[in-house]
């Protein structure tokens, strides 16, 4: 099999990016500085992954990989102190019944060398991974990112009223109007939006959860996703008897047993068919195969506690907090690291945070 090499990418360059940028991060500002009051906690809240679930303790292990999969930091065995966050994708803070099964698992790994892409932390020895429950996104410009962050503010109210969850297709097909012909509309996004739909409500520790987006994988292009290895002992949730039914299963179940994740990359072999920038298409299996560069081990914790949801809501996880053998490529990547940037520069500042990175897992939970 011949993986796609790294130097033959070439990214799309849109005249009007900046302008959009420009604009996203403002409006990312505005509603973060707005949510202290629309969200009635007295903090502000995360435009997107605003509701916490848990922040656990793990250890992230590199194992003997394949030559082609020894890339950057998973070229060499050895173990990393980690957390895990857990977080619904919406930027509310409602009942989970209102909130969609999209959910997170961000993954932060301590005492990782070399330097970090961020040129405010480049000292820093953490190394993110920002994953979903799915294996397609639904943006993929700055345009599409600015216009669904107005849209996805909305879309709890408009869950509950059917002619405006109608209205609301329409205007995430067309972006608000934006894209005046069919040839135009964006049915790639809207078919990858409404297969979250699909996604069942069931336990956090059950789910697979992928990158979305593709990054540099040493002299290669790859996505990323962990896998659950551990069956769990309370699959199902219910968000009509518990409005906190995601928490409280994921704190139930943390309580009772240790659990492992397979962490797993898929290298790019075909930039046609498996497209960067383009995250609404899934990258066919038969083309490349998923193989493990490492496990994730989560071992039995107490998490009841609101001190381990403060710890979770100060922990910042970006897919920009990386090294250059694995920066992220693709147009609503490169938007991701000035929103999530500028986003948690402005929450901690309004919560009153110190925005500092942990140096080990113990910082943040003890």
């Not at 990214?11 to 991060?25: G, N, S, W």
């Not at 989970?96 to 999209?102: P, Q, R, T």
């Not at 409404?194 to 069931?202: A, D, E, G, K, M």
Request: with cysteine; aromatic share 8%.
């Amino acid at each position: 099999m011949e993986f796609v090499r790294y130097e033959t990418y070439a990214p799309v360059e849109r005249p009007t990016y900046q302008q959009e940028l420009d604009e996203v991060v403002g409006n990312v500002a505005r509603r973060t500085r707005e949510s202290v009051e629309r969200q009635g906690v007295g903090r502000a809240v995360r435009t997107a992954h605003g509701k916490t679930y848990g922040l656990v303790k793990a250890t992230v292990t590199v194992g003997e990989v394949p030559a082609s999969y020894a890339q950057g930091i998973f070229a060499t065995p050895g173990a990393y102190d980690a957390v895990v966050r857990y977080s619904n994708g919406l930027g509310h803070l409602r009942a989970d019944s209102l909130l969609g099964a999209a959910c997170g698992m961000g993954i932060k790994m301590f005492g990782v060398p070399g330097d970090s892409l961020l040129s405010d932390e480049a000292e820093a020895t953490t190394f993110d991974l920002n994953l979903i429950n799915n294996r397609v996104f639904f943006a993929n410009t700055a345009y599409d990112y600015m216009v669904i962050e107005e849209l996805f503010a909305e879309l709890p109210d408009a869950l509950v009223n059917p002619a405006r969850r109608k209205s609301w297709m329409g205007e995430f097909l067309t972006r608000r109007g934006t894209l005046e012909t069919a040839d135009e509309w964006l049915w790639d996004e809207l078919f990858a939006m409404l297969s979250f739909t699909q996604v069942p409500r069931q336990n956090l520790l059950s789910y697979t959860y992928n990158s979305m987006g593709a990054f540099r994988y040493g002299d290669h292009i790859a996505k990323v996703r962990t896998v659950p290895v551990t069956p769990v002992t309370h699959l199902a949730v219910d968000v009509q008897a518990d409005g906190e039914s995601f928490r409280n299963t994921l704190v139930a179940e943390a309580a009772e047993r240790d659990h492992v994740f397979e962490l797993q990359v898929q290298l790019n072999t075909d930039l046609t068919r498996m497209p960067v920038d383009n995250t609404s298409i899934e990258w066919p299996e038969q083309l490349s195969p998923w193989v493990t560069v490492a496990t994730i081990a989560i071992p039995r914790q107490d998490i009841a506690g609101l001190e381990n949801l403060a710890a979770a809501d100060t922990t910042s996880i970006t897919p920009w907090r990386t090294r250059e053998d694995h920066r992220p490529i693709g147009e609503i990547q490169r938007v991701r690291e000035e929103v999530y940037r500028r986003s948690s520069i402005e929450r901690h500042r309004i919560n009153g945070q110190a925005r500092v990175e942990p140096a080990s897992s113990a910082e943040l939970l003890g």
